[in-house]
């Protein structure tokens, strides 16, 4: 299938971005990979890229691994791991989601220390460090 995004080199490596302008809900890729039963068995250079889905590990081996954090996204990942717009976007505008946001209903499993990391992001709601599970809100996750 062909998605509305391609991949581009940025200031900080490479990222998804917009082929066109997006309306919200548009699909701009699908999470695909191999899936691995145990975050051990995730290889090393993907341990960065990895999702949690249904208790395995699916390491990517598509564009999806190249939409990057930002605190105020402009897409998120669905239950189909599509890659889905929350809001308008233009052509050439990078595709993001919240790496550790976390929604209601949702258990997020165990957060894993090599994915904390200084968030660079830019926007007025940085956060500053990306360091464990956050609510939709941006309040830290607490397991009930």
């Known amino acids: 299938m062909m998605y509305p995004s391609e991949v581009k080199k940025n200031n900080y490596g490479l990222c998804l ?9 548009s699909v701009v890729q699908h999470w695909e990979g191999s899936v691995v039963e145990k975050y051990e068995n995730v290889p090393e250079k993907m341990k960065l890229h990895a999702i949690l889905v249904d208790d395995k590990w699916l390491v990517p081996s598509n564009d999806a691994q190249y939409a990057n954090h930002s605190c105020e996204p402009n ?4 239950d189909n791991l599509d890659v889905v717009t929350i809001k308008p976007v233009k052509k050439g505008e990078e595709l993001t989601f ?18 904390t990391f200084a968030c660079r992001c830019g926007s007025k709601k940085c956060r500053g460090r990306i360091d464990k599970y956050v609510t939709e809100e941006g309040k830290p996750f607490v397991k009930s």
């Open 98 to 115: 919240d790496y550790c946001v976390t929604y209601e209903g949702e258990d997020p499993g165990q957060w894993h220390d090599e994915w």
């Open 75 to 78: 897409c998120m990942v669905d």
């Open 17 to 25: 971005v917009a082929t066109k302008d997006l309306p919200p809900g």
